[in-house]
């Protein structure tokens, strides 16, 4: 079957999309970019009301969007959500993740270690698990969001890192065995972006240096162009950093020191000394 109805780069008429983390951030400006685009879209996260509000405006016809209260790392909710949900699945993103504030090797506790891996790591496997069939008969698209931190060591904590890096693992994995099958397999590696993510930092960044960041919207123009490329290319993953603030492995500071401006150029948004790096 073909996954790409029209065939055009950044059109999704006909096909339909399951996206988790939908409810905030990342996903959610996924989900609504995807409706742009003309996708249906199955949108998951513990909030699912969330979705629909937030989202609605995107969809012109009501049926495009459809959304789902589950939470990911739960291995059996999956399972039963996936049962219950009828109809072909073309592609899937899994951004759903999170992070918390005792981060430190010190301060996690074995009970905050098994959260921190459900749902940022086991749930992208229970969803793939789950959706694997169908995404076989589409010849789909998988993306999987990863992080900066899953690459590069940085301040996020030992539970998120080994996940993120845990994550590239797992689509290295999937891609290698799944080519073969038709499934196209995208990494998407974020460095730090503007989302509510960031209010669980300790010390989360202040304001006003986050016009600086990269914006959800970004990442969801750069999944967008992903798997709507001619099937022939596979962008197996990709890097996406803040211009002014980041670089590959240039990451882990927690507080960089922004740029000076360019003579005529304001940085007005910028203080410096201020922090920064993934979530
Ligand atoms: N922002 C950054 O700087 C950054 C950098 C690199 C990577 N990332 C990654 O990008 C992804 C999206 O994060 P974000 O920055 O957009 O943060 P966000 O705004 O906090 O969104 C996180 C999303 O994940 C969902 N989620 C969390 N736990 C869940 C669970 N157990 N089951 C189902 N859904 C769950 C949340 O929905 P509910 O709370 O409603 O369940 C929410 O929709 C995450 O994987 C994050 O690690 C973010």
């Known amino acids: 079957m073909n996954s790409h109805p029209s065939g055009r780069p950044g059109d999704m008429s006909g096909r339909t999309a399951v996206v988790s983390g939908a409810s905030s951030g990342i996903g959610l400006a996924i989900v609504r970019r995807f409706l742009e685009a003309g996708a249906t879209v199955h949108g998951l996260a513990r909030r699912g ?46 951004a759903a993740g ?12 074995p009970r905050a270690w098994d959260s921190m891996l459900a749902t940022n790591l086991s749930g992208t496997f229970y969803l793939l698990h789950a959706l694997l069939p169908r995404l076989r008969e ?30 590239l ?13 038709g499934i196209r397999v995208c990494t998407i590696l974020p460095g730090i972006v503007n989302t509510p993510i960031l209010d669980d930092r300790p010390e989360p960044p202040p304001r006003e240096l986050r016009d600086l960041f990269v914006q959800p919207p970004d990442i ?11 099937r ?29 401006a360019a003579p ?16």
Not at 56 to 70: K, Q, T
Not at 85 to 94: E, K, N, Q, Y
Not at 169 to 181: P, V
């Open 232 to 260: 022939r290319a596979c962008v197996a993953e990709m890097t996406i950093v803040a211009t002014a603030l980041q670089s590959m492995g240039n990451t882990q500071t927690a507080t960089p020191t922004p740029p000076r």
């Open 138 to 167: 589409a010849h789909g698209d998988v993306v999987i969001v990863s992080s900066v931190a899953g690459a590069w060591p940085d301040h996020t904590g030992p539970a998120y890192q080994a996940a993120k890096a845990g994550l």
């Open 49 to 94: 009301h969330l979705i629909e509000e937030q989202a609605r405006d995107a969809a012109p016809e009501a049926d495009r969007l459809h959304h789902h209260g589950v939470d990911v790392g739960d291995s059996e909710a999956v399972r039963d959500w996936a049962r219950g949900m009828s109809g072909p699945v073309d592609t899937l993103v899994c």
């Open 264 to 279: 005529g150029e304001h940085h007005s948004a910028v203080r410096p000394g201020t922090s920064s790096g993934p979530s």
């Open 169 to 181: 693992g797992l689509a290295r994995g999937a891609g290698r065995d799944e080519y073969g099958n």
């Open 98 to 109: 999170t992070n918390i504030p005792e981060r430190r090797l010190a301060q996690l506790t």
């Open 220 to 230: 969801a123009e750069a999944c967008l162009a992903a798997i709507t490329l001619p």
